[in-house]
Structure formats: C-alpha cells, structure tokens
C-alpha cells in the first residue's frame, strides 16, 4: 500500500493506492492505513471556516429593496383607514355574456302549460358557478335574516346592480315573469341570469349581430317551436321561450 498526503494553497488532496494483497498478506494493513490517513486528516486545519450567525458580508443580505404595491392594487387601498379593506366595496357590475346560463327544455314539454315562468326559470336554468356565486352574494345582502328571503319591495334595488339594468326595465322583466311574492335565492339566481339574457339579446340586437349561444341550448330549443303548437302556453311564456332564442328583444 502506498499513501501520499499532499497540502498545496490550502487544499488537501490524498491519493490512496492500495494493491491486492497475496495470499500471505495481512488482511489488517489496508485498515491500519485507512485509520492513520484519518488521524493525519484530523489534525489539519479546518479549510472551510463555519460562518457566523451575525455575519452579514453577504452582498445578497445587504439588498433591501422595499416592496411596492402594483398600481393596480394602490387604487384599491387609496384613502382607507386601518384596516385597510374597511371601505373596500365589491364590484358586482361584470359585463353580461351570454354564456353564463343555459336554458332548457324539460322531457315532458306538455307541463309548459300549467308552469308559470318563474317556475321554468328556476329549474330550468343552468348558471355558471362564477355567476351564481355572484347572484348569491348579492342575495345575503338583501335578504331577510328571518325568512331567509328577498321581499318583493326590495327586488328592485337587488337587482339593479347588476350592470346595464335601470328600475323600468326590471319592473317590465319581474312582471314578464309574473313576480308578486317574496323570492328564493334559486328564483333570484335565476331571475339575474334571465335578465342578464335579455341584456344579451338587446346588445345583438343593437348592432345587427344574432346572440351566440351555447351548443346544447341551441340543440335543445330545436324545433320547439313545432313541439309547442299543440300545446296551450300563456303570452308570457312564449315571449320568455322567444327571449331566450334571442328572436325577440325587449325595449330597455
């Protein structure tokens, strides 16, 4: 066995060349060997010094940059008191799109006539989760915390926030659907989303342009005009049914 130990610019670099032992060789050598190349390595310094718990010569450490709030979050904190969300107020105002409900034809169409509108659009109506969550929220803060419903006094101004909807034309949209009672949270969200609707089919109407819908509502309003001739509908049902066709629009 041959052991060179070598110490250049503070850096240790052991070479270890152990040969085969013959059959008569002792088998405790290499051990031996290994254990005084361990004792010579031990008494050497240290060449990495451990670094202190209050050293601070590292640039990175030294950088402080301040953290800035975007622009687009200052507006949201401007002019508030501690907390600082103590006058934020939520937006519910989102523009109307015409995909955020889909409407649907029950089996058994026949029931049409003896189902009044609000009924229909309340099971019948498929909101997006993204709506609905809106439609809920605006719901918790007109409700009633007794009857857990909206009184039909303050459907107006719960329905009013919603973005291009002024007070005559919820009033012509609640007696569109027959509204004359306390409502649900499933008939407000419902109520929301008809209207958004027929905000959608107005704007497609205002510039010459047919309302996108989606493919399943527009498969399953197929031919339903012929399916609905034997079946007695009120007014207001067929100018709901046409309403979300986009056919017909109804004046703002």
Known sequence: MQIKLTENDDRLSTAINCSELNDHGDDKQPYKACQTVTGRLSSLPRLSRRRDKHDTT????????PYQIPKSEAIMFEKTNIPQYSSFKHNYQLSPSADCCRFEIPMDIVCL?????LKYISEYCKVCPRR????????????SLKTNTINKDHILSAVCQLRGVSKAFTENILKLLDVCRDIRMDEYVAICAFI???VCVNEAHSIGQQLERTALEVVDFQNVKSRLQNVDLSENMRKILSIIQGKINLIN
């Not at 590292?58 to 940059?65: E, G, M, P």
């Not at 006539?113 to 509108?117: F, G, H, L, V, Y």
């Not at 609905?132 to 409700?143: A, E, G, I, P, S």
């Open 132 to 143: 609905q969550n809106l439609y809920c929220t605006l719901f918790n803060r007109h409700r």
């Open 113 to 117: 006539s003896t189902m009044d509108p």
């Open 58 to 65: 590292d640039n990175v450490t030294k950088l402080k940059v």
């Open 196 to 198: 958004e609707r027929v």
